[in-house]
C-alpha cells in the first residue's frame, strides 16, 4: 500500500486544504516551494497516462478549488505531475504539485546522469 492510500485511510495524518468524495488536497512535507499542496484522486491510478479522461473533469475543478481557495487563481501557480522514471515521479500512485506563493523558477531539469545510474534510481522509486 503506498503512503497515499494510507492518508487516504487516514492511517498517516496530513494537513488538509480540502478533501471531498472523490479527491484530497494536502500540504507537501518537504515543500520545494512557499506554497506546496499535494492532490490526489481517492481512486488510484499509477499516473497521469492510467487517468480516465472523464475523471479529469472533476480532478480540474477540484484542482482549481484549491488554487482558489489559497488564492493562486490570483498570483499564479505551477501545475506539475510528474509520470514514470525520466519524469522524476517518484510514487506510483497520480498526484499533481501546485506549487505557488513565490516567483518560481525552472532550472536543472534534467541531470547528466548514466543509463545505469537512472536504472539503478529506477529501482528504488519504483
Known amino acids: 500500500m503506498s503512503v497515499f492510500e494510507k492518508i487516504i485511510k487516514g492511517e498517516i495524518p496530513c494537513n ?9 488536497a494536502f500540504h507537501d512535507i518537504a515543500p520545494k516551494a512557499p506554497i506546496h499542496i499535494l492532490v490526489i484522486p481517492k481512486k488510484f491510478a499509477k499516473d497521469f497516462q492510467e487517468l480516465n479522461p472523464q475523471e479529469m473533469v472533476g480532478l480540474t475543478n477540484f484542482i482549481q478549488e484549491v488554487a482558489r481557495l ?8 505551477r501545475l506539475i505531475s510528474n509520470v514514470g522514471i ?5 510514487i506510483p500512485y497520480l498526484h499533481f504539485h501546485i506549487l505557488g506563493g513565490a516567483k518560481l523558477r525552472w532550472d536543472n531539469l534534467a541531470q547528466n546522469i548514466s543509463e545505469k545510474e537512472r536504472l539503478e534510481e529506477a529501482k528504488k522509486g519504483m
Open 16 to 24: 488538509k486544504v480540502l478533501e471531498n468524495d472523490d479527491f484530497l
Open 70 to 77: 489559497l488564492g493562486l487563481d490570483k498570483s499564479g501557480y
Open 86 to 90: 525520466d519524469g522524476g515521479q517518484e
